[in-house]
T-cell receptor, first 112, second 115 residues
């Protein structure tokens, strides 16, 4: 069939504001999740991860929240900077080694 | 420490040809995974190797194959190329065969264009 591009959700935020990027994952048996950042021309870069026995995990300027009841994952970026502009992917793992299922991604644009 | 290195960076091939892509993992990493990224399908898992053994395989035809060498370096091969194989092919390495202990670290990919 025709190769139609995925509709990539977009988010625009002012520099200095907080960003929240959401992800709905597909499998209730998934027990490990990672957020990746992908800049143009580069591969995905690890941001933060969380296991299913946790609801929240914090890193430097980033927080990941996991709601297993509704199969929802979010990434919060504090004090968003222009360098945060990129596509963000969530990835889920079903305890199958290093095989991950990736979401469609969200394009974040930071307005200076 | 050097990151994951993929070569070549860009490739242009003709339908029907075959292609081999190379990946050198982070030093000490023993697991290598391959993913295909396209605008239409996003990031999709191809296969994973650990200690020279294929552990998992995604839903791709047999034209896609790979291998891992004793030094953990990996190659993937695509035979009888089709236009739809045009994509960014990403290699990722991990310290172990379970990502809990070491998340995937990706290279910058090989951009394959099939004409």
């Amino acid at each position: 069939g025709e190769n139609v591009g995925l509709h990539l959700p977009t988010l625009s935020v002012q520099e200095g504001d907080n960003s929240i990027i959401n992800c709905a994952y597909s499998n209730s048996a998934s027990d490990y999740f990672i957020w990746y950042k992908q800049e143009s021309g580069k591969g995905p870069q690890f941001i933060i991860d969380i296991r299913s026995n946790m609801d929240k995990r914090q890193g430097q300027r980033v927080t990941v929240l996991l709601n297993k009841t509704v199969k929802h994952l979010s990434l919060q970026i504090a004090a968003t900077q222009p360098g945060d502009s990129a596509v963000y992917f969530c990835a889920e793992n079903l305890n199958t080694g290093n095989q991950f299922y990736f979401g469609t991604g969200t394009s974040l644009t930071v307005i200076p | 420490k050097a990151g994951v290195t993929q070569t070549p960076r860009y490739l242009i091939k003709t339908r029907g040809q075959q292609v081999t892509l190379s990946c050198s993992p982070i030093s000490g990493h023993r697991s290598v995974s391959w993913y295909q990224q396209t605008p239409g399908q996003g990031l999709q898992f191809l296969f994973e190797y650990f200690s020279e053994t294929q552990r998992n395989k995604g839903n791709f035809p047999g034209r896609f194959s790979g291998r891992q060498f004793s030094n953990s370096r990996s190659e993937m091969n695509v035979s009888t190329l089709e236009l739809g194989d045009s994509a960014l092919y990403l290699c990722a390495s991990s310290l172990t065969d379970t990502s809990y202990n070491s998340p995937l670290h990706f290279g910058n990919g090989t951009r394959l264009t099939v004409t």
